[in-house]
């Protein structure tokens, strides 16, 4: 057992009301004292998602019922740990969504606390985006209105209500949501069982099984076990076959550098808002949290029995693992193949408006707040109007010590530039969160489209967005 899981404090109280970490939980703990510790890496089989089905269909639009509740979650052997979950489960259900169809989620909160709900990286009308002011009061319902009318797209949904993310999101508050249109299937991509997601986030552990958290708004909260898809650094049996691999920092704080073992070539296909111009082989891939990246890997490279791990780099010596992949023989023939030559066209944004070159610093006044350009989130204060179908240059300028991710709700922006080198080729297409490093300068040119109305941007280290580096923008007509 690891030192963390020394502590008896349960930290997880929202709002003074729930006493989630408070459940009776059933452990064998004794029983499995001699056995492997949970915490080895690679003892488990990886864990997928169900997949959502709609309660009905109706006039070209799929209805999905979601209960917002807790639930207990199968993480370590002999444990139970208790969680928030969309539907009860960690990670929540995916939804796997189709352009030009739209999806209406009913969400009803049966938590005893507000929630909402955020479609990251999705094109969504104001009103059904989860902008942190309009939340779901418990025993409430809303339904979200999704028009599905962007290219394809690995999004994810997550709770936004103001403050409470960083606990939120830790007990479980999130879920994969897939975006497939028909380019990609034209481009003959690895589809079904061959596409998989995989959401990275890490934690810790108290002695019972339950999930620790220790709020830090400095540093942001960094747990010291990997999970993916709800399972410690777990192994996954994959056949001689091309995978795309979906890949979603979900950790609060945390960054990774991706890198299969012996540096075998990974094929970079899309960033967050959907594919690339062209497929980019790399050997490693930093991935800030809320960041998605998608790799297609070749395992017929590889000969039945091999194992391959996939590193983190950036991680401490219990956080390195973050999964291997088990080769088996595996049958039929391979349809899928990696596209060589263009796989889309990017849209020509319009010229930025070059009336302003916003200088967006981030920094802390306090160490127990976080502003955005000299200033923390007001709800009452509307911080930036762009017109509709516009660009502007937002410069990102981080003079602090910590990585922030900043994050734009409702539309896609490109980067332009970093002041610490050439903005590599996987950085080059639609993007909705990137990571600005300590001392770096960022340009990003933001499109603001398709709607109009109040969104958010703000740093999507977790801690740092709840206090309070989050900033408000309406498009206007
Ligand atoms: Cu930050």
Same mark, same amino acid.
């Given at each position: 057992?690891?030192?963390?899981?020394?502590?008896f404090?349960?930290?997880?109280?929202?709002?003074?009301?729930?006493?989630?970490?408070?459940?009776?939980?059933?452990?064998?703990?004794s029983?499995?004292?001699?056995?492997?510790?949970?915490?080895?890496?690679?003892?488990?089989?990886?864990?997928?998602?169900?997949?959502l089905?709609?309660?009905?269909?109706?006039?070209?639009?799929?209805?999905?019922?979601?209960?917002?509740?807790?639930?207990?979650?199968d993480i370590?052997?002999?444990?139970?740990?208790?969680?928030?979950?969309?539907?009860?489960?960690?990670?929540?259900p995916?939804?796997?969504a189709?352009?030009?169809?739209?999806?209406?989620v009913?969400?009803?909160?049966?938590l005893?606390?507000?929630t909402?709900?955020?479609?990251?990286?999705?094109?969504?009308?104001?009103? %059904?985006?989860? %902008?942190?002011?309009d939340?779901?009061?418990?025993?409430?319902?809303f339904?979200?209105?999704?028009?599905?009318?962007q290219d394809?797209?690995?999004?994810?949904?997550?709770?936004h209500?103001?403050?409470?993310t960083?606990k939120?999101l830790?007990?479980g508050?999130?879920?994969a949501?897939?975006?497939?249109?028909?380019?990609?299937?034209?481009?003959?991509?690895?589809?079904?069982e061959?596409?998989?997601?995989l959401?990275?986030?890490? %934690?810790?552990?108290?002695r019972?099984?339950?999930?620790r958290?220790a709020?830090?708004?400095d540093?942001?909260?960094?747990?010291?076990?990997?999970?993916?898809?709800?399972?410690?650094?777990?192994?996954?049996?994959?056949e001689?076959?091309?995978y795309?691999?979906?890949?979603?920092?979900?950790?609060?704080a945390?960054?990774?550098?991706?890198?299969?073992?012996?540096g075998?070539?990974?094929v970079?296909?899309a960033?967050?808002g959907?594919?690339?111009?062209?497929?980019?082989t790399?050997?490693s891939?930093p991935?800030?949290?809320?960041?998605?990246?998608?790799?297609?890997v070749?395992?017929?490279?590889?000969?039945?029995?091999?194992?391959?791990?996939?590193?983190?780099d950036?991680?401490?010596?219990?956080t390195?693992a973050?999964?291997r992949f088990?080769?088996v023989?595996g049958?039929?023939?391979?349809e899928?193949?990696?596209?060589?030559?263009?796989?889309?066209?990017?849209?020509?944004?319009?010229?930025?408006?070059?009336?302003?070159r916003?200088?967006?610093?981030?920094?802390?006044?306090?160490?127990?707040q976080?502003?955005i350009?000299?200033?923390?989130?007001?709800?009452?204060?509307?911080d930036?109007?762009?017109?509709?179908?516009?660009?502007?240059?937002?410069?990102?300028?981080?003079?602090?010590n910590?990585v922030h991710?900043?994050?734009?709700?409702?539309?896609?922006?490109?980067?332009?530039?970093?002041?610490?080198?050439?903005?590599?080729?996987?950085?080059?297409?639609?993007?909705d969160t990137?990571?600005?490093?300590?001392?770096?300068?960022?340009?990003?040119?933001?499109?603001f489209?398709?709607?109009?109305?109040?969104y958010?941007?703000?740093? %999507?280290?977790?801690?740092?967005?709840?206090?309070?580096?989050?900033?408000?923008?309406?498009?206007?007509?």
């Amino acid at each position: 057992m690891r030192n963390s899981m020394g502590s008896f404090a349960l930290l997880c109280t929202i709002g003074g009301t729930e006493t989630l970490g408070g459940k009776k939980i059933v452990t064998s703990a004794s029983r499995r004292a001699k056995a492997a510790s949970p915490f080895a890496p690679f003892q488990r089989d990886l864990p997928l998602m169900p997949v959502l089905s709609p309660v009905r269909s109706e006039r070209g639009v799929d209805v999905y019922d979601v209960d917002i509740r807790e639930g207990l979650a199968d993480i370590l052997p002999g444990f139970q740990t208790p969680i928030y979950g969309y539907e009860g489960i960690y990670p929540g259900p995916t939804i796997r969504a189709r352009k030009g169809r739209a999806a209406i989620v009913r969400q009803s909160n049966r938590l005893s606390f507000d929630t909402n709900v955020h479609l990251h990286g999705g094109y969504v009308p104001a009103a %059904h985006d989860g %902008h942190p002011m309009d939340v779901i009061k418990p025993g409430a319902k809303f339904d979200y209105s999704y028009p599905n009318d962007q290219d394809a797209a690995f999004l994810w949904y997550h709770d936004h209500a103001h403050g409470r993310t960083a606990k939120t999101l830790y007990y479980g508050l999130l879920g994969a949501y897939v975006l497939h249109d028909e380019r990609e299937q034209e481009l003959d991509l690895p589809r079904d069982e061959y596409d998989v997601p995989l959401i990275l986030a890490d %934690h810790a552990f108290n002695r019972d099984g339950s999930f620790r958290y220790a709020e830090n708004v400095d540093l942001g909260f960094r747990g010291d076990t990997i999970l993916v898809n709800g399972a410690v650094a777990p192994r996954m049996r994959v056949e001689r076959r091309i995978y795309r691999l979906r890949f979603l920092n979900a950790s609060n704080a945390r960054s990774y550098d991706l890198r299969l073992g012996n540096g075998r070539a990974m094929v970079q296909i899309a960033s967050d808002g959907g594919l690339l111009e062209r497929a980019i082989t790399r050997t490693s891939v930093p991935l800030h949290p809320a960041e998605r990246i998608e790799l297609l890997v070749d395992f017929r490279q590889f000969r039945p029995g091999s194992e391959i791990v996939l590193h983190n780099d950036a991680g401490e010596p219990s956080t390195k693992a973050v999964m291997r992949f088990d080769v088996v023989r595996g049958g039929g023939v391979e349809e899928a193949r990696i596209p060589r030559g263009r796989m889309r066209t990017l849209e020509r944004l319009p010229e930025p408006n070059a009336s302003r070159r916003w200088d967006l610093t981030l920094a802390t006044a306090s160490g127990v707040q976080w502003q955005i350009a000299g200033r923390g989130f007001d709800p009452t204060r509307i911080d930036v109007r762009p017109r509709l179908g516009s660009t502007e240059l937002w410069q990102w300028h981080n003079p602090s010590n910590r990585v922030h991710p900043m994050h734009l709700h409702g539309m896609l922006f490109r980067i332009v530039e970093r002041s610490t080198g050439v903005v590599h080729p996987g950085e080059r297409g639609w993007k909705d969160t990137i990571g600005v490093q300590p001392g770096e300068t960022v340009t990003v040119q933001p499109w603001f489209t398709p709607y109009r109305g109040k969104y958010v941007f703000h740093c %999507h280290a977790l801690e740092h967005g709840d206090k309070a580096m989050m900033l408000q923008l309406e498009v206007v007509a």
